[in-house]
């Protein structure tokens, strides 16, 4: 059974920080691309960022610079750092890997950002 768990959201200040995580199970964790994506309120859920199995990473134009995205192989854990945070970063952030034919998600955690 396949499980995503993130965690790490909450409320922050612009220009604030906050680390993301999504705890795996039940995947062959290194062997996987994650993904993070984020879904603000009456928007289209758009990926922010990925990692590969060999490390090489890719992010969306608006976060790149701010944003960085990480794995820990004997963890089975991704993460994602989000500094300098912006009103616009507001959204749901979910975490994501895929199997031929299927692909699974977290419940999401939320990050508002907010004065």
């Known amino acids: 059974q396949v499980q995503l768990v993130e965690s790490g959201g909450g409320l922050v200040q612009p220009g604030g920080s906050l680390r993301l995580s999504c705890a795996t199970s039940g995947i062959i964790f290194s062997s996987k691309v994650m993904a993070w994506y984020r879904q603000a309120p009456g928007r289209q859920r758009e990926l922010v960022a990925a990692i590969t199995q060999i490390l090489t990473t890719d992010y969306a134009d608006s976060v790149k610079g701010r944003f960085t995205i990480s794995r820990d192989n004997a963890k089975n854990t991704v993460y994602l750092q989000m500094n300098n945070l912006k009103p616009e970063d507001t959204a749901v952030y979910y975490c994501?890997?895929?199997?031929?034919?299927?692909?699974?998600w977290g419940q999401g955690t939320q990050v508002t950002v907010s004065s």
């Open positions: 994501k890997v895929s199997r031929p034919g299927r692909e699974y």
